[in-house]
């Protein structure tokens, strides 16, 4: 069972939804975007899903890699 946190069962505001995508743009870990937005890591892996947030590092390539 996880932590009740102060937005646990609210609906996701738009303010929250732009920060998600903003700090998830910035490659910040999930569990600390958990903690800015007062959320579960399951909350933010569900609402980025549904959202078409990609949770994914963006700064690395598998076709940069040398052997």
Known sequence: MSKSTRNSGTPWTPT???QLRSLA???TPTRVIGL???R???AIRTAASEKGVS????????YNRRP
């Open 36 to 38: 800015k937005l007062g």
């Open 40 to 42: 579960t890591e399951n």
């Open 16 to 18: 929250e939804v732009r």
């Open 25 to 27: 743009t910035q490659n």
């Open 55 to 62: 949770l994914k590092p963006t700064n690395q390539s598998p």
